[in-house]
Nanobody, 120 residues
Framework: QVQLVESGGGLAQAGGSLRLSCAAS????????MSWYRQAPGKQRELVATVYSDGSTTYADSMKGRFTISRDGAQNTVDLEMSGLKPEDTAVYYC??????????????WGQGTQVTVSS
């Protein structure tokens, strides 16, 4: 089985920084992309950023310039460096990956989520 485990969430002050990490473990034959999503209370889950196997990245407009996604392909990990945090960044952040697992099929996996709370 494949697991995605996030770490690094917590409490930050507005204007501060936090770094989230996600590690994919299990039988993995390849990863196409890894992403971070977030879901604030009462809102739909939204895409934060994605890093592809070729190293290219995409960001939601509201995160551009503040968040940086990076990936270690050898370690199957993805990080999200968040700076200039705002109270509206408060949410549960989820790691997401599209990968080829033990079944040789490409599937999407999700982590359990990590809470980020930004105080004003």
């Amino acid at each position: 089985q494949v697991q995605l485990v996030e770490s690094g969430g917590g409490l930050a002050q507005a204007g501060g920084s936090l770094r989230l990490s996600c590690a994919a473990s299990g039988t993995i034959f390849g990863i196409s992309w890894m992403s971070w999503y977030r879901q604030a209370p009462g809102k739909q889950r939204e895409l934060v950023a994605t890093v592809y196997s070729d190293g290219s990245t995409t960001y939601a407009d509201s995160m551009k310039g503040r968040f940086t996604i990076s990936r270690d392909g050898a370690q199957n990990t993805v990080d999200l460096e968040m700076s200039g945090l705002k109270p509206e960044d408060t949410a549960v952040y989820y790691c997401n990956a599209y990968l080829r697992d033990y079944s040789q099929r490409w599937r999407e996996y999700w982590g359990q989520g990590t809470q980020v709370t930004v105080s004003s």
